[in-house]
Structures are given as C-alpha cells and as structure tokens.
Nanobody
Framework: QVQLVESGGGLVQAGGSLRLSCAASGLFASSYTMGWFRRAPGKENEFVAAISWSGGKTYYADSVKGRFTISRDNAKNTLYLQMNSLKPEDTAVYSC??????????????????WGQGTQVTVSS
C-alpha cells in the first residue's frame, strides 16, 4: 500500500521559513517524479515544484521561484520543500505527489499517481 505523508506545516509570519517533508512508503521513490502542489481556500490545485527521479532536474512555479527549493533523498524515500521569504499568498494546504519516472509535463497534476493528505501552511501578515 502506497502512502505519502507530509509534515512540517504550521503558522509562520511573513518573511519566515518552513521546511516541508513528504515520507513515502510502499514504493521506491527513486522510480518516480515527485512534486508539490497547493490548494488555497476557494482556489484550484496549483503546481508549486517538482523534481526528477534522480534529483537532477527541478521545476518551479514562477510565484515561488527563488524562494522555494525542492529536494529529495531517495535513500530515505523522502521529499522536501524548503520555503523561505514566505508571503500571505503562500497560505494553502500543501500536498506531495508521485508521478511517472519519465514525465514530460511535471507541472500538470493529471498524471501523478499517488497523493498525500496535505499539510496546512498559514502565513500571517
């Protein structure tokens, strides 16, 4: 049974930092492209960042580029998202996802096979 479990969310002031983790079980993370998505109240699921199976390629939404860093530790089957210079508009539920190893469009949520339940990130002004 595949499980993705996020942790590290919380309440932080604008300008602060958080580090999210996503622990995978029931699969070998190195076989998957991994991504982070977020959903704010009343809004659709939004791509945040993705990383190739080897970690050699990373992809970011323009809104987080330069502030967020995605990384992975395949030995630990764990995905990370370091979030710096947080803004109130970053407030959302953040979910990790696992998709095909060779994924031509990691920005799209449609072909990610497995999803976590999400962790709440709230940024106060």
């Amino acid at each position: 049974q595949v499980q993705l479990v996020e942790s590290g969310g919380g309440l932080v002031q604008a300008g602060g930092s958080l580090r999210l983790s996503c622990a995978a079980s029931g699969l070998f993370a190195s076989s998957y492209t991994m991504g982070w998505f977020r959903r704010a109240p009343g809004k659709e699921n939004e791509f945040v960042a993705a990383i190739s199976w080897s970690g050699g390629k990373t992809y970011y939404a323009d809104s987080v580029k330069g502030r967020f860093t995605i990384s992975r530790d395949n030995a630990k089957n764990t995905l990370y998202l370091q979030m710096n210079s947080l803004k109130p508009e970053d407030t959302a539920v953040y979910s990790c996802a696992a998709g095909p190893r060779y994924y031509s469009d990691p920005y799209s949520a449609t072909k990610y096979n497995y999803w976590g339940q999400g962790t709440q990130v709230t940024v106060s002004s």
